[in-house]
């Protein structure tokens, strides 16, 4: 059974720094490009970055690059979003999706499993 759970999220204020962790069971994680998607209540959830299964490939969206960096440890089969000087705008629960061979895609279609997420809060 797939597990993708999110961890880290919390109150943080603008321009301070935060990380988000997500630990995932249940599949072989270095076949996997992972994905960070936000959402925020009555929006679509939408990208925010992802890596490649071998982390090459590493796309963001225009509005966090730059300030936010997406990394894995395929030995704790984790993936990592570190938020540096977020804005109240980044406000949104956090999710992490999997995509077994991807290419790090922006399009939520492409990702088979996904979290619970996890509140993220920027006061101003």
């Known amino acids: 059974q797939v597990q993708l759970v999110e961890s880290g999220g919390g109150l943080v204020q603008a321009g301070g720094s935060l990380r988000v962790s997500c630990a995932a069971s249940?599949?072989?994680?270095?076949?996997?490009?992972m994905g960070w998607f936000r959402q925020v209540p009555g929006k679509e959830r939408e990208f925010v970055a992802a890596?490649?299964?071998?982390?090459?490939?590493?796309p963001y969206s225009d509005s966090v690059k730059g300030r936010f960096t997406i990394s894995r440890d395929n030995t704790k089969n984790t993936v990592y979003l570190q938020m540096n000087s977020p804005k109240p705008e980044d406000t949104a629960v956090y999710y992490c999706?999997?995509?077994?061979?991807?290419?790090?895609?922006?399009?939520?279609?492409?990702?088979?499993?996904w979290g619970q997420g996890t509140q993220v809060t920027v006061s101003s």
């Open positions: 999706a999997a995509d077994r061979w991807g290419t790090s895609s922006a399009r939520k279609s492409e990702y088979e499993y």
């Open positions: 249940g599949l072989t994680f270095s076949n996997y490009a």
């Open positions: 890596i490649s299964w071998r982390a090459g490939s590493t």
